[in-house]
């Protein structure tokens, strides 16, 4: 059973990096075909897709944030990451990792159950 | 950027009843437009991509259709876990965006 797990700090300050890890069980992130993304959600809102990472290291970022984001993946951990620089309180969310596969590369079937990441002095 | 529009905001049936869910988009789409619900609590999960195609494990209760701005989930014979809220999502161009949800909540 494929899994996704993310990681990293619940509580992060104005102006600091956020860095997130994404773990991915039971699929290689060297299969073909396969992207790796990170979609957060604002309490009670809509979620916001950010960024995207395919098996052959091409990378897609949300064009608003997209000096801020990096996202890179290890294949050897089977691991992907994200850092946001100048965290800001409106970037308080859930932030969700994300798997597309089995449909198409951009289409997110499967998601990590997420974490909520505050931004607050 | 495509904006998707979702509206109502909020429906509300008994179990039981069908429910049919809009999305509609600023532009044309194609067909590229996935349904996906959240429970509370929980990550969203795919129901129906490219308009009318239901992912795997999802149950035959549900439908979509639709083509280029015009989008419709159809939930027949509403089940207790299928109270939830149901965003739409885009992949015709980049960013891939959302609409703001609805929430189908018990009577």
């Known amino acids: 059973q494929i899994t996704l797990k993310e990681s990293g700090p619940t509580l992060v300050k104005p102006t600091q990096t956020l860095t997130l890890t994404c773990t991915v069980s039971?699929?290689?992130?060297?299969?073909?075909?396969?992207?790796v993304g990170w979609i957060r959600q604002p309490p009670g809102k809509a979620p916001e897709w950010l960024a995207l990472?395919?098996?052959?290291?091409?990378?897609r970022y949300r064009p608003s944030l997209k000096t801020r984001l990096t996202i890179t993946k290890d294949t050897s951990k089977n691991q992907v990451v994200l850092t946001m620089t100048n965290m800001d309180p409106v970037d308080t969310a859930t932030y969700f990792c994300?798997?597309?596969?089995?449909?198409?590369?951009?289409?997110?079937?499967?998601w990590g159950q997420g974490t909520l990441v505050t931004v607050s002095s | 950027e495509i904006v998707l529009t979702q509206s109502p905001a909020t429906l509300s049936f008994s179990p039981g009843e069908r429910a049919t869910l809009s999305c509609r988009a600023s532009?044309?789409?194609?067909?590229?437009l996935a349904w996906y619900q959240q429970r509370p609590g929980q990550a969203p999960r795919l129901v129906i991509y490219?308009?009318?195609y239901r992912a795997t494990g999802i149950p035959a209760r549900f439908s979509g259709s639709g083509s280029g701005t015009d989008f419709t989930l159809t939930i027949n014979s509403l089940e207790p876990e299928d109270f939830a809220v149901y965003f739409c999502?885009?992949?015709?161009?980049?960013?891939?965006?959302f609409g703001q949800g609805t929430k189908v909540e018990i009577k």
């Open positions: 039971e699929f290689s992130l060297s299969r073909s075909g396969m992207g």
């Open positions: 994300t798997l597309s596969y089995y449909y198409d590369n951009t289409i997110f079937d499967h």
């Open positions: 490219d308009a009318s």
């Open positions: 532009q044309s789409i194609s067909s590229h």
């Open positions: 999502q885009q992949r015709y161009n980049w960013p891939q965006t």
């Open positions: 990472i395919y098996w052959d290291d091409d990378k």
